[in-house]
């Protein structure tokens, strides 16, 4: 079968390439894939950043964002049968106290494996096995915009994890800051607007670019930092920081307002920035502030997304279909590797 694979630790040593089939456990169900989704971690993976091969293979399939229709199953007992259409989660548990409480995402040890990331093959081939338990099955009518659900998951749990964390006080947000207008960037929006908040988005891109006009649809105001300082736009309640730039993370810190709650998604390189750590300190302090990171997702917030992704795409006429900006085949892959910062999301399509 066909499948997109790198040598991990190998600068830009994707591929498309045949390899064997994949053969299922007594408790894992083969995949037939429609559609992996290319994202950050996926060019990092290529750039030779990380990744890690599952053990005795010298090479590793990549794809964790993902939709597929299921071949084979075992038994009839998982609430999964052959030809449904389904996502499968990414992280598989280890054996911490976390993991096993179905919270893999919070994993204490780091010996969790991840489809595409670490140990384990991913979604980007013809054919895949998942856990039959960490599959999600989804609804027909959403099978155009299913394949974003992975990186829905991810903004699902940033913001229930905000939620959650100021239970600890009497708190009625007001106003959102996203920094970033990515995929998870604007699915975040998507998910806030739904929430009747007052959202702000900023990037780097034109006012008249998709990304803006997306964030605009939603009835988010759109923010171009090039030309608008990003700490001209006054106080936040809450903060998403999606960039990944720790520049730009560290400076929206003194943009929080007091009792507010700064969610950190993005993966950040060492940086060395003169700040007056003492004044950040006492701000926070005196301000009552939370700040705290958020990094994958189990099934329950894939759950959530799914159930949000009906009611997005009513709200906001089909907005989550134009977060998709191109869909190509496998032989095309090197286009989703370009880096083009105007496209949003790009998918792989297999099996169609």
Sequence with gaps: MRALTVTPGVKNSIRLEDIDPPTPSSSQALL?????????????????????APPGSNYLVTGHESLAIVEKVPGSDHGISKGDLVVPTVRRPDSCMNCLNGESDMCLTGNY???????????????????????????????????????????????????????RMLWK???????????????????????????????????DSAKARLAQRAGAVYVNTMEQPLQ??????????????????????????????????????STTAPEDIGLFYKDVVLGNKTFFGSVNANINYFKMGLKDFAEIENRFDRILRDTISVRISPDEFQKAYAQNKDNIKTVIRFNN
């Design 32 to 52: 037939r894939l429609q559609e992996i989704g290319i994202c950050g971690t996926d060019l990092d993976i290529n750039q030779g950043f990380y990744g890690e």
């Design 232 to 269: 001209s736009l006054g106080k936040f309640d809450l903060i998403m920081e999606e960039t990944g730039s720790a520049q730009v993370a560290m400076q929206a810190t003194s943009m929080l307002n007091t009792n507010g709650i700064m969610c950190f998604l993005g993966i950040y390189s």
């Design 173 to 207: 947000p007001n106003r959102v800051l996203i920094l970033g207008a990515g995929p998870v960037g604007l699915l975040t929006t998507y998910l806030l607007r739904l929430k009747g908040l007052e959202v702000v988005v900023t990037a780097t891109r034109a006012k």
């Design 113 to 167: 494996r991840e489809h595409g990331i670490k140990r384990l093959h991913g979604f980007g081939a013809e054919f895949a096995v998942s856990d039959v338990d960490f599959l999600v099955k989804v609804p027909s009518k959403l099978a155009d915009v299913a394949v974003l659900l992975e990186p829905m998951s991810v903004a699902e749990k940033g913001v229930y994890q905000a939620f959650k964390i100021q239970e």
